[in-house]
């Protein structure tokens, strides 16, 4: 199952720019702000080896396949853990 939610702003480079053209995947949490809007931040430390980013992530935020820039608050797919 996949959600949307937006970008949100901790743990955000702005833009998270994207170079490839393959689909790819960050780790992240998935959190709620005061309007009930969901927020998807993504672990800082988002290398292979990195096992507490793993451990601490409940969602993969989906970075669709094209090379762009995502800003703080663009729409994204996640999938839940």
Do not use: T
Request: aromatic fraction near 4%; hydrophobic fraction near 45%.
């Amino acid at each position: 199952m996949a959600i949307r939610a937006r970008a949100g702003a901790r743990g955000w480079r702005s833009p998270w720019r994207k170079r490839h053209e393959r689909l790819e995947f960050l780790r992240g949490q998935l959190a709620q702000d005061a309007d009930a809007v969901l927020l998807a931040h993504p672990s800082p430390a988002d290398g292979s080896h990195r096992l507490a980013a793993a451990a601490n992530s409940d969602v993969l935020i989906v970075l669709d396949e094209g090379a762009r820039d995502y800003a703080a608050g663009d729409l994204v797919e996640v999938v839940p853990l």
